[in-house]
């Protein structure tokens, strides 16, 4: 073996340990992907569900394994009327200092809820609270997942103000921006989910970006552009 077969055998291992994470598609055309993490939620997936299919866009939705069931349906909806659908693990823990086990089911029993309702293309990954290391970076790459971050964060799952969270979008969107939104939340005691705001932003986004020229895509036809 010469050195460079050696750097090149060591260069694909070591490419092998780590997933592509993708945080914005680098393109000049005015396309962005709107992108929603937590569902589904009965009352305000089913709400944006409404205003997409009045308004003919597609977005992606990435999902817990324990929402989807939960919510079938819904999920069922979204694959009918063309939203990508993204695995969010099943459920939703923070992935840093867990063991490759049990990332890895996390990962395989969302996947598998999906395709049995039927989703057929590829199923990208976005991680719980954006955070991964290590041992998730290698079963990610072991499973040939894309990991989809973003490069609009919105801040929305602590937001009242739907025009906060707009500010926050035209600040940082330009072409092949991927922005992240919520249409549901981790439940806790005592504190209700509300999505109203997220809502609210949402119905203006869709008439205000494609004034400003911007055409809405789902996360793979952006990569795929
Ligand atoms: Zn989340």
């Known amino acids: 073996m010469t050195i460079r077969d050696y750097a090149e055998s060591f260069g694909e291992k070591l490419m092998g340990m780590f ?56 999920i069922s909806r979204m694959i009918a009327e063309g939203h990508e659908l993204g695995n969010h693990s099943y459920s939703h823990k923070n992935l840093i200092f867990k063991k490759k086990s049990m990332i890895k089911e996390e990962i395989e029993k969302t996947d598998r809820l999906l395709r049995e309702l039927g989703v057929k293309s590829d199923i990208h990954f976005r991680p719980p609270f954006g955070r ?5 970076s290698s079963v990610l790459a072991s499973l040939n997942k894309k990991v989809i971050m973003w490069n609009v964060p919105t801040r929305d799952f602590k937001e009242n103000d739907s025009n906060v969270i707009l500010k926050r979008i035209y600040k940082r969107i330009k072409p092949g921006s991927i922005i992240v939104l919520h249409d ?42």
């Open 19 to 74: 997933p592509k994470i993708i945080y914005k598609v680098r393109i000049k055309d005015k396309l962005v992907a709107l992108t929603f993490d937590d569902g589904p939620h009965p009352l305000f997936t089913n709400e944006l569900l409404d205003l997409f299919e009045e308004n003919g866009i597609k977005t992606t939705f990435f999902v817990t394994g324990s929402s989807i069931e939960k919510h079938k349906k819904i």
């Open 132 to 136: 991964f290391l290590f041992a998730a």
């Open 184 to 225: 549901s939340g981790i439940e806790r005691p005592g504190k209700k989910i509300d999505r109203q705001a997220t809502i609210n932003a949402v119905k203006v986004l869709i008439e205000e970006l494609p004034k400003r020229g911007y055409k809405f895509k789902t996360v793979s036809e952006l990569i795929n552009y």
